[in-house]
């Protein structure tokens, strides 16, 4: 069974609902690809005006954080229902800045990605090493760690509707990718750990994406290997060079 490469642009806490729309605008044209799912994970204040702007289009829109509780007093917090009514598929869980500068742990994560899927919200679920676990070499160990903690008690069939985005933290805006190889190497231990905890089949459905630093020049090499199905770019994504790794 094919996977579908998809191609997903982490906006971050950047774009206005105006400069959003003029960015969508500037991309329109340019993202039509039936082979690929395009989506653009927006600030929560664009949503709306994102989804109006690739409505008819083949660009699915997605979000970068949600809370667990559908309603109620959580200051400052936004819901899976609210994303849902408002045209988003996708969220990103557990990326590493939520992490790191949020605090959210993998057990936290663990029960975002179930109220995601039990929401009808399709997770991208990050996880990658730092630059000390990758130094000492017990990046597999620690990304073997996440990934079970973050798929307790998630069933197969959900699994197989899962993204899974390998962002090694090192390459996170720096400027500096991981070689094509390494990429590999973690997205193959990936799928063979998903092939572990559930079965081949499952294995053979999740998608899994590299993410950090992925650019218009380093794309097409990264897109090639066999276990990486698509990326999720942050710093591209802001620009045209985004339609370039779509058509990579
Ligand atoms: P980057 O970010 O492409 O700017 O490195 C990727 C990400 O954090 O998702």
Same mark, same amino acid.
């Given at each position: 069974?094919?996977?579908?490469?998809?191609?997903?642009?982490?906006?971050?806490?950047?774009?206005?609902?105006?400069?959003?729309?003029?960015?969508?605008?500037?991309?329109?044209?340019?993202?039509?690809?039936?082979?690929?799912?395009?989506?653009?994970?927006?600030?929560?204040?664009?949503?709306?005006?994102? =989804?109006?702007?690739? *409505?008819?289009?083949?660009?699915?829109?997605?979000?970068? !954080?949600?809370y667990?509780?559908d309603k109620?007093?959580?200051?400052?917090?936004i819901s899976a229902p609210m994303?849902?009514?408002?045209?988003?598929?996708?969220?990103?869980?557990?990326?590493?800045?939520?992490?790191? #500068?949020?605090?959210? !742990?993998?057990?936290?994560?663990?029960?975002?990605?179930?109220?995601?899927?039990?929401? $009808?919200? *399709?997770?991208? /679920?990050?996880?990658?090493?730092?630059?000390?676990?990758?130094?000492?070499?017990?990046? *597999?160990?620690?990304?073997?760690? +996440?990934?079970?903690?973050?798929?307790?008690?998630?069933?197969?069939?959900?699994?197989? !509707? /899962?993204? #899974?985005?390998?962002?090694? #933290?090192? =390459?996170?805006?720096?400027?500096?990718?991981?070689?094509? @190889? +390494?990429? +590999?190497?973690?997205?193959?231990?990936?799928? @063979?750990?998903?092939?572990?905890?559930?079965?081949?089949?499952?294995?053979?459905?999740?998608?899994? +994406?590299?993410? $950090?630093?992925?650019?218009?020049?380093? =794309?097409?090499?990264? /897109?090639?290997?066999?276990? #990486?199905? $698509?990326? /999720?770019?942050?710093?591209?994504?802001?620009?045209?060079?985004?339609?370039?790794?779509?058509?990579?």
């Amino acid at each position: 069974m094919a996977r579908k490469r998809i191609i997903a642009g982490n906006w971050k806490m950047n774009k206005t609902p105006e400069e959003a729309k003029a960015l969508c605008a500037d991309l329109k044209d340019l993202v039509v690809n039936d082979n690929v799912d395009v989506v653009y994970c927006v600030p929560a204040i664009d949503i709306t005006t994102v =989804a109006e702007a690739v *409505k008819g289009t083949n660009v699915h829109v997605g979000a970068q !954080n949600f809370y667990i509780e559908d309603k109620g007093a959580f200051t400052g917090e936004i819901s899976a229902p609210m994303l849902k009514e408002a045209g988003v598929e996708y969220i990103i869980i557990g990326h590493s800045e939520r992490r790191d #500068i949020f605090g959210e !742990n993998d057990v936290l994560i663990n029960a975002k990605v179930k109220k995601a899927f039990a929401s $009808g919200l *399709k997770p991208i /679920l990050c996880c990658g090493e730092s630059l000390a676990l990758r130094k000492a070499g017990t990046y *597999k160990e620690w990304i073997e760690r +996440q990934i079970k903690w973050d798929l307790t008690d998630v069933t197969a069939d959900q699994v197989k !509707n /899962l993204v #899974i985005a390998y962002e090694p #933290i090192w =390459a996170i805006g720096t400027g500096e990718t991981a070689s094509a @190889d +390494q990429a +590999q190497e973690v997205c193959k231990l990936i799928r @063979d750990l998903i092939a572990k905890l559930y079965d081949a089949d499952t294995a053979e459905a999740v998608r899994i +994406q590299y993410g $950090g630093s992925m650019n218009a020049g380093n =794309a097409a090499e990264l /897109l090639a290997k066999d276990d #990486i199905d $698509g990326g /999720l770019i942050g710093g591209a994504s802001l620009k045209t060079d985004f339609a370039q790794i779509v058509n990579a």
